[in-house]
């Protein structure tokens, strides 16, 4: 069962997709089957669409409730909080994908995975990763196929059933992540770079431009001389409209929040708590129902070593009686009291050390015979009474240096054997050099070895805010609410009472977070349905109270000039600064012959530019300018020439010369580069063109 228990563990939450990481054990119906998850045709309760078919919300909830099935009966121990809920959507989600969109892709393309390749995956020639990862040996770091073989011998002749369910969807997820492969290779081997595409990245590169220039950078016009015309920029807006339409299906919020934090009046009742409880947890005749009754965890029956317990308790745990209190303590945010409720003796000894590693610079004899010798003369410095934990600090070379080299408690075995063995043959105090892989340590034994474990109870209660504190704050986040039926009197109501005002400019369908708040869903479900200017109820978000705004709707492929408007205005702006340097520029031309001319009636200097070449078109003082560089390179050298519009300046320039990129014949370098490009934006980007090429619609964020 070891080998099924690191599989699970690796095989997490998440689902990728083609390309990505895949989770194991996807469950085997949701494989075999392609229509049980679609809903009937005029369905309204709709989670979305793929390749025309409706996913109805029952069923698609049916699926979810056997993932997290499957993830409990993984993971007993694991709790599902919003986030885990969140990763398991979407793990039914991409596997309805993988189901009814590449499954159909996969069999049109006559793509399969036979039993051999399926074998050949697990112990032949071409081993899965994750087959290598699972049946790995984590003392030696070796990978035997043929322990593989023995496992499913094993798991054949026990007749576990479950362990063999469990292996037949490892092995389904081992076909589907192959199929994914194949069809990544066949996308990616479809791309092909011409030879006249090849040639023109070499020249972009190679063939340069010197040149002088005058620019008037737009920046020397301050925005707030540039008048905001409405009637003017509506028709800038719709003569670029293509430029501002939207990616994706996005909202806008302005939201406040209300923080309901703990108190130092909630801490000092926690505080009192804490102490009030040391003396009846002393009384206490069963501290396993007094724990589970009055603190914020279950009594742990399991007897632990000192390395479980926090360090300001070890000692007393370690050397007290059974029936000992020790405590409270505040830790992690909790006060927290522990009460000795059994001893008993381990199967291996637990050790207690520092050390100093010295580490060895070099391959040869002579570096080890240094190594030590540095470490030989720290050792006697020791010995005659120098601080280890300041030596530590100094020489140390490892992470332990800023802890003073102190390694903590650890059970026997867990260090390498040499210094395993250092420590366990010696005594509290001892001071031993030893050399092992790591380089030369010298080894202080802080404690005696011991097999002691201890089993405490341990009562604890986490400052939480009062009851008084939390209707304190709703209440006034309430009032707020009441008092704003509109954006207007959100706005005001804001400035009324001194409130920080946040903005989410850019908040998806399926965002889970709000700028510096996670776990705020419920905010984002309110905007998919709200409309614009409508204000929310009170949202529990984290340790915060929030109440929102809807500011703006943003569709997908639509332009709206109100959800455009800012970005409308800086590049209204820059046009008509343009427009103003142009005929500047335009005016310092007429009669002017020479460059130096122009130059002295701007009273701008001229920047000289050398090596400019088209893929990375920088000028000296502007910065980057694409469409500059470009008029550039269809110029004609030794005029004078301008004035042009740039991407961040307006310019008049001369070209002194051209320098052609050298004659090369083979262009097989940008050739293969090119399409190692293409084939990395594929891998990672086919699957949203095929969403799109086969009608993909997400609609889960109106439920979840």
Known sequence: MAILTKIRNRSGLAVGFVGLALALFVISDALNSNTAIFGGKGNSSTVGEIAGEKVGIKLFQQKYDEQEQIMKERNPNQAIDDNTRNQLRDQVWNQLLQDNLMAKEYKELGLSVSNEELEDMIYGDNINSNIIQSFTDPKTGAFDKNNVKRYLKQLNDNGDEKGKKQWKQYEDFLVQDAMSRKYSNIVKKGTYVTSIDAKNLYVSRTRTAELNLVALSYNQIADSTIAEDESDMKSYF??????????????????????????????????????????????????????????????????????????????SLFSDSVGSVVGPIFKDGKYKIFKISGVKEDTVYYMHASHILFKVDGPTAEDTLKSKAKAEGILKNLKNGADFAAAASEFGTDGTKDKGGDLGWFAEGQMVPEFNKAV????????????????????????NKSKKLVCAGMLERAIEPSEQTLNHAYNDASQFASASTSADDFDKNVAERKLQKRVADYVRETDTYLPGYNDARSVVQWANTAKTGEVSEVFTVGDKYVIAVLKDIKEKDKASFESAKDRVSGDYKKDKKAEQLLEKIKTALEGATTLE????????????????????????????????????????????????????????????????????????????????????????????????????????????
Do not use: C
């Open 238 to 315: 719709r003569k670029n409209q293509n430029k501002y339409k939207e990616k994706e299906n996005s909202r806008k919020l302005d939201f406040v929040v209300w923080d309901f934090a703990p108190t130092s009046e909630d801490s000092a009742i926690i505080r009192k708590w804490a102490f009030d409880q040391t003396e009846q947890f002393k009384l206490a005749k069963n501290d396993t129902a007094f724990v589970d009754n009055n603190g914020d965890s279950k009594f742990d029956p399991i007897a632990k070593p000192r390395s479980a317990y926090p360090e300001e308790v070890v000692g």
């Open 424 to 447: 366990k043959e010696g005594a509290k105090g001892d001071l031993k050099l030893v050399k092992t892989q790591f380089g030369w340590h010298i080894i202080k034994i802080t404690d």
């Open 597 to 704: 001319a122009v130059s002295t009636k701007l009273n701008s200097p001229i920047i000289p530019t050398s090596s400019l070449n088209l893929e990375n078109p920088n000028f000296a003082n502007i910065g980057g300018d694409n469409t500059f560089a470009g008029t550039v390179f269809g110029s004609t050298a030794g005029k004078l020439l301008g004035p042009v519009k740039g991407d961040a300046a307006v310019y008049v320039y001369m070209v002194n010369k051209f320098n052609e990129a050298p004659t090369v014949k083979d262009f097989s370098q940008y050739k293969n580069e090119m399409e190692n490009n293409f084939k990395q934006r594929m891998e990672y980007g086919y699957l949203e063109a095929l969403k799109d090429l086969k009608g993909v619609k997400d609609f889960r964020f109106k439920f979840f």
